[in-house]
C-alpha cells in the first residue's frame, strides 16, 4: 500500500537530514520560527541551481518574516558540498534525502536518464510551508523541474497568512 500524501493542515512528523558542516537539518515538530522547506533535484539541475540562488539572495527577508530555511536533495555529501562551495549558498543544506522519506513527503521520484545526469534516483522539487506547531500549512508537489513556487510571491503570501492567521487552505 503506497504511503499517504501529506495533507495541508496535518502535523509533519520530525523528519532529519544529514546537514553540511556537520549536524542534522531537521523540519516538522515544534519549533520557534515558521519554516521554509525546499527539496530539490540535486547538483544535475540547473534549474534548481537558478531557484537556489535565487532563494539565497532571499533569506534577509524570509528571516524578517519569521522564517527558518531548511533545503535538501537525495544527493551524496561530495554533490551538495560542491554545489554550496560553488553558489555559496547560505541556508541549512541537507542531503540524503531517502526514497522513504520522499514517499512521507508525497513526492515525485524519478530514475535518472542516463548515468551522466546522476547515478540514483531523486526526488521531484516540493516546497512546503510549516507553522511553528509542525502543522503543514502550504504544499507544492512538482513532477518536473519547471514548476515551483515564484520565491517572492510565495513570501508576499505567506505575511499576509500571518498577520491574517489564515487556515490551510484545500483540505477538502
Request: with cysteine; charged share 25%.
Amino acid at each position: 500500500m503506497p504511503t499517504p500524501k501529506p495533507i495541508a493542515g496535518s502535523t509533519l512528523k520530525p523528519m532529519s537530514f544529514p546537514r553540511l558542516g556537520g549536524g542534522e537539518v531537521t523540519v516538522g515538530g515544534s519549533k520557534d520560527n515558521w519554516t521554509l522547506f525546499i527539496v530539490y533535484r540535486g547538483k544535475h539541475c540547473p534549474r534548481c541551481k537558478k531557484y537556489l540562488n535565487i532563494l539565497n539572495d532571499m533569506r534577509a527577508e524570509w528571516a524578517a518574516a519569521g522564517f527558518d530555511i531548511a533545503v535538501v536533495s537525495a544527493d551524496t555529501v561530495e554533490k551538495a558540498a560542491a554545489d554550496q562551495q560553488e553558489f555559496g549558498w547560505d541556508f541549512a543544506l541537507g542531503y540524503g534525502l531517502t526514497e522513504p522519506q520522499m514517499a512521507e513527503l508525497g513526492l515525485f521520484v524519478t530514475e535518472p536518464l542516463s548515468p551522466t545526469e546522476t547515478d540514483r534516483r531523486f526526488a521531484e522539487p516540493g516546497t512546503f510551508v510549516i507553522r511553528p506547531d509542525g502543522s503543514i500549512l502550504l504544499i507544492s508537489i512538482s513532477n518536473g523541474p519547471s514548476a515551483r513556487p515564484e520565491l517572492s510571491e510565495l513570501l508576499d503570501g505567506m505575511i499576509f497568512t500571518k498577520q491574517n492567521d489564515r487556515p490551510p487552505r484545500g483540505t477538502v
